[in-house]
């Protein structure tokens, strides 16, 4: 468990590099976003498709996309840890501190001490450290930090259908895991209080 809680606080403060800007480089190609539509074939799913409402693709770099993309993976693999997480505590599960947290996720964040805070942090900036140093290798895909494109690559329709599938489960657990965490401060339902009539 206490090592779940690790990774699950590593993997939210490794989604903060995604606010980090680029390096900016005089080699980038600019490109509108059909050009980054015609050229990925990942994350782009039924029934939405391409989906950019606001227009955020528009003039964007291939680059920039690049990093849209990898964020997005970040978050959405933060968020489906935040909700395996949260009904992990909302069980009552804290062998690392002998059950001695609220089973109320926030109210257990709010509980653990400062040393827990602190090997939360560095653990996390281990985590995104690496991240970072995977990310200078040679042939690096976005969101790879596994190496699989050194395996597979997007002609396989098996691997296209895998990334696609966890695109779109993170984008949901995004949405859930803000859901979650509104229904808990709006009402103080946490765990399996969610699911009661």
Same mark, same amino acid.
């Given at each position: ?13 490794? #989604?903060? #590099? ?17 050009? =980054? ?12 498709? =391409? =989906? ?7 003039? /964007?770099?291939? %680059? ?7 964020? %997005?993976? /970040? ?52 985590? %995104? ?36 599938? %966890? ?31």
């Amino acid at each position: 468990m206490k090592l779940l809680s690790l990774l699950l606080a590593s993997a939210l403060v490794a #989604s903060a #590099s995604a606010f980090v800007p680029a390096s900016t480089g005089s080699s980038r190609r600019v490109t509108s976003a059909p050009a =980054f539509r015609d050229d990925v074939v990942v994350g782009i799913t039924a029934p939405m498709g =391409f =989906f950019d409402p606001l227009g955020l693709s528009v003039g /964007k770099s291939d %680059e920039m996309m690049e990093n849209y993309r990898e964020a %997005e993976l /970040k978050h959405g693999r933060v968020a489906m840890a935040a909700c395996l997480g949260w009904y992990i505590t909302a069980a009552g599960v804290h062998p690392a501190f002998n059950s001695a947290l609220s089973s109320n996720p926030l109210e257990a964040a709010q509980q653990l001490n400062p040393v827990g805070w602190v090997q939360f942090v560095l653990g996390c900036g281990a985590i %995104e450290f690496l991240a970072q140093k995977i990310k200078e290798r040679p042939g690096y895909i976005p969101g790879d930090l596994l190496g699989a494109a050194y395996w597979v690559d997007n002609s396989d329709d098996g691997w296209v259908d895998y990334q696609n599938k %966890e695109i779109n489960n993170g984008r949901l657990a995004m949405v859930a895991i803000m859901g979650i965490i509104t229904q808990d401060l709006l009402y103080g339902n946490y765990g399996d209080s969610i699911f009661r009539g």
